[in-house]
């Protein structure tokens, strides 16, 4: 069977369910969101997290590749120790307090079939919530140094052409849920102030972590391995940290629903920005009986921003989807 790591932008799809839509209970926060914009200090983008002088350790005595095609082998002990690096500038970017703001751009051929097999004559159907291609716009809070997660965020997923197909959102108490399940009347989705409120008092604080650590877990656990390349490449000018896993499956090939003949194998990219240590591109590729090669999805890291304080433009959308519940509340009932 295929293996995989666990992927943020798990930041992704779990987010999807409930689990996106509560937040989890931070040691303390930073200027509430209900104060008037003229209290708040300015929205400071933060232009410099990583020092320098760690970026260039990584980056010392590491040949520069003109292309992914030229890369070497490596073991897997070699890779950990890259991604280790790596992932020490990460957690320095992601446990940084202040507003992060992430925007990503997702395809998935599972999701393509989804809505293929709806049905033109369909008004709505949960396959719309998941289009073939997704851009995750979402903003949150990190409240302290560990990287603590506040609880006031707010999340929208569109389509390819910019059409929102989901939006969450919570305020700094926990009030919040899907506003797309809400609209659809979908009560079994459980919305409500007093569930999410529940669940927030019920998990201990949730802390951001780098993507990285879970590619390093899953590599110390895969068996079945054919090929792993590894290196820096330049890209226009910029470089970047490629990796390029090849696995095989454990006995004969088998059938799955969107390649046309069967598996033998899957291929993973990922593209590391050795500045951050942010994933800027994931693929996912499926290898047939006869060597063809069958994209599964890509994920490409569009928006990557941090800011001591929310910007006035996405404060006043939070407002707005706040309003947006309360209203949805109200006129719900209790169900909601």
């Not at 390029?244 to 003949?261: A, D, S």
Request: charged share 25%.
């Amino acid at each position: 069977m295929k293996m995989k790591p666990q992927r943020t932008i798990l930041l992704f799809l779990g987010m999807l369910c409930l689990g996106f839509g509560v937040y989890l209970l931070a040691s303390f926060l930073l200027p509430s969101l209900n104060a008037h914009p003229s209290t708040l200090e300015p929205a400071a983008q933060v232009n410099e997290i990583i020092s320098p002088t760690e970026v260039r350790d990584f980056l010392t005595n590491k040949t520069v590749y003109d292309s992914p095609d030229a890369l070497p082998s490596v073991t897997v002990d070699e890779i950990k120790a890259d991604l280790t690096a790596l992932e020490q500038i990460n957690l320095k970017y992601v446990r940084r307090p202040g507003w992060w703001h992430i925007v990503r751009r997702s395809w998935t051929y599972k999701h393509e079939i989804d809505q293929q097999n709806q049905g033109e004559n369909a008004e709505w159907h949960v396959a719309d919530l998941l289009p073939p291609v997704k851009i995750f716009d979402r903003w949150f809070q990190i409240t302290d140094e560990e990287g603590s997660f506040g609880k006031a965020d707010f999340f929208v997923i569109s389509d390819e052409s910019g059409n929102p197909v989901q939006v969450l959102v919570s305020d700094e108490e926990g009030n919040g849920g899907n506003l797309t399940m809400m609209e659809h009347e979908l009560p079994d989705y459980p919305t409500t102030p007093s569930n999410i409120a529940a669940e927030i008092d019920a998990r201990p604080p949730q802390k951001a972590d780098s993507d990285l650590r879970d590619m390093i877990e899953w590599l110390e656990k895969i068996r079945y391995i054919s090929e792993i390349q590894a290196g820096l490449i330049r890209d226009d000018g910029d470089e970047a940290y490629f990796l390029r896993i090849q696995t095989h499956v454990h006995g004969e090939p088998y059938e799955m629903q969107w390649p046309p003949e069967p598996v033998i194998g899957f291929i993973l990219t990922y593209q590391i920005d050795p500045t951050t240590g942010n994933v800027i591109e994931m693929t996912d590729t499926a290898v047939g009986a006869s060597g063809g090669e069958y994209l599964e999805m890509t994920e490409t890291l569009l928006i990557s921003e941090r800011y001591d304080y929310l910007p006035d433009e996405a404060r006043h959308r939070w407002l707005a989807y706040m309003d947006q519940y309360w209203m949805l509340v109200e006129n719900q009932g209790s169900d909601y």
